[in-house]
């Protein structure tokens, strides 16, 4: 039988788990949605219970489509959302409060304040979260973690408390000088224990194993990676230069820059991309924070059925008959950097129906992640002429097609759609000695290409018109 690899991948709206062997193919897949709530304006929470109970679920029906059981797995490898608070019982594992989600916005007072007490400080990170969920808390001995941290905990049955250095840099709290351990002056400042955090290690390698009770048989894990970061190991992009665009949830345009951190703008911050044998990789990245997340904002207004039916309607226009859109539910990530903007919807006319307004939030996508890219495109690293994709917005070739066209770049569409998963697999594979360091290319695979159909001068023009209607300049 040959060895097996599980990835779990639990994204902002959805659990998956693929199992794949060691040449990359996936024999089994189970995907389950994942609910967030909005308590006020700006708050974004999920209930992290039902994210490990997703997690198990998908890990069982991923494992029943393949026909195999745990005791077949060499190896498993974990990749989450990002920067997300998960506190929990150290004793039971339970969550003692809500997950604050990576997109929520109650840390912007926080973050001021550390920012004047001299720190690096970010709402979206932990580091200006985690206070107020372990003082919601009550009393009782706690642990805390990313989304990778409490799903390693529970699938080891509290044996594992790790996180990896890609997910502990999105955190605040890491120590840049070391890059190994937390920031103690950052913990002093909030009066917190190191007792509660989890312990930085590699991206790959053994990580821990699972224990029987919670998965069936005791796995190793040999790879943890957060999420965007997986899906370079997909398309073979750790070397400089290497980059890829992942439209989930978010749209994001990352790019590695090898052993050292290189920025091209302030916009685009330098994360890790991965760590091993004490040896980090680096990377940066822009982020269109609203991108699918729009479409389905759009789909709940009633408007269409779904996502999918959204596309589809925009498939029935020649163009957007003139109208705009700004995808900015959440504010304006790279290269913009304002939380406190709005979408905007521009140039409405009679003329505009379904398909046209669809075609407008395919677009508005599209322009948003041309800002980015032409950043990138500015600076001295040295990126290839095409541009990997993946995600669920590219399973729609319209939408692949509008991105090739307005980026005047040939567009590579990952056969696996959710590269984020079988990237957490690859590095799993590469932890588990499955495969080398160079064998990755060997596992990059594309199922389309899509060449920019319009001229460079039309495109510079609907680039334009877009950025007037909208209003933004950078």
């Known amino acids: ?67 195999r059981q745990a005791g ?57 979260k985690l206070e107020a969920a372990l003082a919601a808390a009550g009393p009782g001995e706690k642990r805390w973690g990313t989304v990778d941290s409490y799903l390693v905990w529970r699938l080891t049955g509290g044996a594992a408390h790790v996180t990896d250095l890609s997910n502990a840099w999105l955190t605040g709290y890491l120590d840049f000088g070391t890059m190994a351990g937390w920031n103690a002056a950052l913990l002093a400042h909030q009066g917190l224990s190191v007792d509660l955090f989890p312990r930085i290690v590699d991206t790959w390698g053994e990580l821990g194993r699972t224990d029987a009770a919670a998965l069936g048989a005791a796995v190793p894990i040999t790879a943890v990676a957060a999420d965007q970061q997986a899906g370079m190991f997909a398309h073979d992009a750790l070397a400089r230069g290497g980059w ?21 703008h302030p916009s685009m911050p330098v994360f890790a991309l991965a760590a091993a044998k004490g040896r980090p990789l680096f990377c940066c990245e822009g982020m269109v924070i609203s991108a699918g997340a729009f479409l389905d904002w759009m789909a709940g207004l009633g408007l269409y059925a779904d996502a999918a039916r959204l596309s589809a309607a925009a498939a029935t226009a020649a163009d ?18 304002r939380l406190e903007a709005a979408a905007q919807l521009a140039n409405l006319r009679p003329s505009v129906g379904a398909g046209e307004l ?38 729609s070739d319209l939408f692949c097609q509008i991105q090739a066209d307005i980026l005047q770049r040939p567009l590579r569409r990952h056969a696996v759609r959710d590269a984020t998963a079988y990237g957490a697999g690859v590095a799993a594979a590469l932890g588990a ?29 609907k680039f334009g018109a877009w950025k007037a209607a909208v209003g933004i300049e950078r």
């Open 1 to 67: 039988m040959p060895e097996l690899i599980l990835a779990l991948d639990v994204g902002t709206t959805s659990a998956r788990a693929l199992v794949m062997d060691a040449g990359g193919a996936v024999l089994g897949a189970e995907r389950r949605p994942i609910v967030s709530t909005f308590p006020a304006p700006g708050l974004v929470e999920q209930d992290a219970a039902e994210v490990w109970r997703l997690a198990q679920a998908v890990i069982a029906g991923a494992l029943a489509e393949a026909g």
């Open 72 to 128: 077949d797995l060499a190896a498993l490898g974990v990749t989450t959302q990002r920067a997300s608070v998960v506190v929990w019982d150290a004793a039971t594992g339970e969550p003692v409060g809500p997950m604050i989600v990576w997109s929520d916005l109650r840390g912007l007072p926080r973050a001021e304040a550390l920012q004047a007490a001299g720190f690096l400080a970010w709402p979206q990170t932990p580091a200006c």
């Open 244 to 264: 890829k665009a992942t439209y989930g949830t978010s749209a994001a345009l990352m790019v590695s820059s090898g052993p050292a951190p290189e920025s091209p």
């Open 320 to 337: 957007s008959g003139g109208a705009a859109i700004l995808p900015a539910l959440q504010g304006l990530g790279a290269p913009h950097g």
């Open 358 to 395: 669809a075609r407008a939030a395919l677009e508005g996508i599209a322009f948003r992640m041309r800002e980015i890219e032409s950043v990138v495109a500015a600076s001295d690293l040295p990126l290839p002429r095409g541009l990997p994709v993946d995600g669920g917005m590219a399973a």
């Open 433 to 461: 000695g499955l495969i080398a360091e160079g064998g990755l290319s060997g596992l990059a695979r594309y199922d389309a290409t899509f060449a920019p159909k319009i001229s460079a001068d039309e495109a510079d023009a």
